[in-house]
């Protein structure tokens, strides 16, 4: 009998281990800072789709709608500038420098980002989530 094996993109198992992990963890300010790291690096390395997963439920449809406007632009690096973090109200806010190309242009550009985070718990999972959609580039 053959055992039937289900293949998940790594960056996918990873967040869920995240998640996982996050979830037994009771220091919240560890769980931000690594959960925005995660978030801007694969920002940095366009992986917006898989980004999305931080996306709160309440802006992921249009999260993702502006992920695939950004067909064209590429993340080169980002910086975070301030973080504004209040564990009582469980939210934060991360004001991101990121700087940016479009494919055909080719001229390095560069924005601030608002980041708006929450800690929530959406489908059975507790974790520190954006509330905030993707900049517009332009």
Avoid at 50 to 63: C, E, I, M, P, Q
Avoid at 64 to 78: E, F, H, S, V
Avoid at 79 to 102: D, G, L, P
Avoid at 126 to 137: A, D, Q, V
């Amino acid at each position: 009998m053959k055992s039937l094996h289900l293949k998940l993109p790594v960056a996918l198992i990873s967040l869920l281990a995240l998640f996982t992990l996050s979830s037994c963890s009771h220091n919240l300010r560890e769980e931000f800072d690594m959960s925005v790291s995660k978030y801007n690096n694969m920002l940095s390395s366009n992986e917006l789709g898989t980004a999305s997963l931080f996306a709160a439920d309440g802006v992921r449809a249009n999260y993702l709608a502006r992920a695939a406007a950004l067909k064209d632009t590429r993340i080169i690096d980002y910086h975070i500038i301030n973080s504004a973090y209040a564990e009582e109200k469980q939210r934060a806010t991360v004001e991101v420098e990121m700087s940016y190309y479009n494919l055909y242009t080719y001229k390095v550009k560069s924005l601030r980002d608002m980041q708006q985070w929450i800690y929530s718990e959406e489908k059975g999972i507790k974790g520190w989530r954006i509330n905030s959609l993707l900049p517009e580039f332009k």
